[in-house]
């Protein structure tokens, strides 16, 4: 029933398998926003697609967008990240997530007395995706957007079965 919203969420779950240690940049910024903004579409092409393909299924999703637009700030991973976030990229070309590094230097230890030299390795270099305001703030981008996979899912479920009892 909701076979094109479910479709952009599976590109979503792609763009995030993608989304790995490691990307910095440019590629760290457009991995972040593909998500993002598909996160968003889901909802608009659940309102758009789907709900005309079928009567059941646009009364359903018109009660459930109905709920949604009610509980205004809640739930936060719709109205914080998938919301705001998107809106934020769109319109102001900006976001609230970052990325740095922690690399771990090696070093060399020589005992001026006797010669000794004992080095010691570098450490492993730690790749940061954070998000710096917001209810979601300190948390990893990566286990939000996979929160935000779920509750899509969650949800697309919901008036599926909404539209079955009708």
């Known amino acids: 029933m909701t076979a094109a919203a479910r479709e952009a969420l599976q590109d979503c779950k792609i763009a995030l398998e993608e ?5 910095q940049g440019r590629q760290w910024w457009l991995r972040w926003i593909t998500c993002v903004v598909l996160l968003r579409a889901v909802g608009h092409v659940l309102r758009n697609v789907d709900g005309r393909r079928d009567a ?3 009364l359903a999703v018109d009660n459930w967008w109905s709920t ?3 509980s205004k700030l809640s739930p936060p991973i719709f109205w914080s990240l998938i919301e705001e976030e ?5 319109k102001e070309y900006r976001t609230r997530a970052g990325q740095g590094v922690t690399v771990h230097l090696g070093g060399i230890e020589v005992n001026m007395r ?5 080095a010691d390795p570098p450490g492993p270099v ?4 954070v998000l710096n305001d917001g209810p979601f703030s300190g948390l990893d981008q990566r286990e939000v957007l996979a929160d935000a996979i779920a509750w899509w899912e969650e949800q697309l479920s919901a008036v599926e079965r909404a539209a079955s009892a009708a």
């Open 126 to 129: 730690l790749h940061h995706y």
């Open 56 to 58: 059941k299924l646009r």
């Open 19 to 23: 989304f790995v240690d490691g990307v």
């Open 114 to 118: 006797t010669g000794e030299q004992k």
């Open 68 to 70: 949604l637009n009610q």
């Open 86 to 90: 998107r809106n934020a990229i769109l």
